[in-house]
């Protein structure tokens, strides 16, 4: 095998592949990368069992077709440091060996035979549709940071996918919990798909989120019961997904919050951020005392003192709730428009809460006591 390939192509292709191998795996082969250079195409390979990642590069100049397996982590360091203008020029030495070399560098590198390398069935194209890159980045920004980190509810480790109807129009919805807060968001679909609901993990969630965050276009799904593809213009990303079912979270959402607190967005924002800052410790829960038009913030932290901060606000009744405040700043930071809207019930029941600006999105946040 020898090729030459663009510097900044391969970074580019290496840089998602990091995100994918294990760093401490037991197995070896799991650490490197597949390299396959054939028929005027460089193929990179990554893949940690659950999750695979495949790049292909048009780019580049074959001398002699061919295929091996080295690390992904020592390439990366390596190429990276490179000028981004360069041409890196590649060549399998023996089965154990692959030489790089640009300007006046040159490494050896160790390698294992591509045959070792495990690589599932790519080609599934069941439940195939199409969605644009920056409405599937939508659902899951909207999303992914309501993740439960709880390994024992692995069904919560995730974003949950399914159709839904609403005045028959079919949406694609995306929700996340934790249990102690749910994220809710929806696109309407203009075309009718097959699409079985799904658990998609948090590995590939944001896996996924770093390429279409460089990516503007349509993206390839298909589904199978155990797996999906999602395909781009030069990249493919095939995951597992969680075995398990989703809790029904609609019967949590709350039906009868009719008082209803709006605050201007970002002056609300920066006041919960600012007013959280003297306590380290998130049992210490924000309190929020509401009098009429009058919004006080307070924490008071037995290890490191207090703090407080007013706003002016649109509610018209008294009532006093306390918040995590990461919840807060987690929803609020994910709105698009210049307002937020809290719907209360009581100290003790969940807030409903809404962007005013996306109708498509909802966010419930249970309250601390005291």
């Given at each position: 095998m020898k090729f030459s390939v663009n510097q900044k192509d391969l970074q580019n292709a290496l840089n998602y592949c990091q995100g994918v191998i294990e760093k401490k795996s037991t197995l070896p082969i799991l650490s490197n990368v597949?390299?396959?250079?054939?028929?005027?195409?460089?193929?990179?390979?990554?893949?940690?069992?659950d999750l695979i990642f495949i790049q292909n590069i048009s780019n580049i100049e074959i001398s002699e077709e061919g295929e091996t397996t080295t690390s992904c982590s020592i390439m990366y360091d390596i190429v990276r440091k490179f000028n981004n203008e360069k041409k890196i020029n590649f060549q399998l030495i023996n089965e154990n060996k692959i030489n790089l070399e640009s300007d006046n560098s040159s490494f050896n590198l160790n390698c294992l035979k591509a045959s070792e390398f495990p690589i599932t069935d790519t080609n599934f194209k069941e439940n195939e549709f199409i969605l644009g890159s920056k409405k599937l980045l939508k659902l899951l920004n909207k999303c992914r940071f309501s993740i439960s980190n709880d390994e024992t509810r692995h069904y919560l480790s995730?974003?949950?996918?399914?159709?839904?109807?609403?005045?028959?129009?079919?949406?694609?919805?995306?929700?996340?919990?934790?249990?102690?807060?749910?994220?809710?968001?929806?696109?309407?679909?203009?075309?009718e798909i097959k699409f079985e609901p799904i658990i998609l993990p948090k590995k590939t969630i944001f896996q996924l989120c770093s390429i279409l965050e460089d990516y503007d276009g349509d993206v390839q799904i298909?589904?199978?019961?155990?797996?999906?593809?999602?395909?781009?213009?030069?990249?493919?990303?095939?995951?597992?997904?969680?075995?398990?079912?989703?809790?029904?979270?609609?019967?949590?959402i709350p039906k009868d919050n009719q008082k209803k607190l709006e605050i201007d967005l970002k002056p609300f924002?920066?006041?919960?951020?600012?007013?959280?800052?003297?306590?380290?410790?998130?049992?210490?829960?924000?309190?929020?005392?509401?009098?009429?038009?009058?919004?006080?913030?307070?924490?008071?932290?037995?290890?490191?003192?207090?703090?407080?901060?007013?706003?002016?606000?649109?509610?018209?009744?008294?009532?006093?709730i306390s918040f995590n405040p990461k919840y807060l700043i987690d929803v609020a930071s994910n709105m698009d428009g210049d307002k937020i809207e809290i719907f209360l019930k009581d100290s003790g029941s969940p807030a409903l809460i809404k962007d005013p600006s996306d109708f498509d999105s909802i966010y419930v946040v249970m309250p601390m006591k005291g």
């Open positions: 597949l390299v396959q250079a054939k028929e005027a195409n460089l193929r990179i390979t990554a893949t940690d069992l995730g974003i949950f996918f399914h159709l839904t109807d609403n005045d028959n129009k079919k949406f694609l919805t995306t929700v996340a919990t934790d249990s102690h807060r749910m994220a809710i968001s929806k696109i309407l679909l203009s075309n298909s589904n199978l019961k155990s797996k999906i593809k999602f395909e781009f213009n030069n990249t493919i990303l095939i995951s597992k997904l969680i075995d398990g079912k989703f809790p029904n979270y609609y019967q949590v924002l920066t006041s919960v951020d600012r007013v959280a800052s003297v306590s380290l410790d998130k049992k210490d829960g924000l309190r929020m005392s509401l009098q009429g038009n009058n919004l006080n913030l307070s924490v008071n932290s037995s290890n490191s003192g207090d703090g407080k901060e007013s706003l002016a606000v649109k509610f018209g009744h008294d009532l006093d």
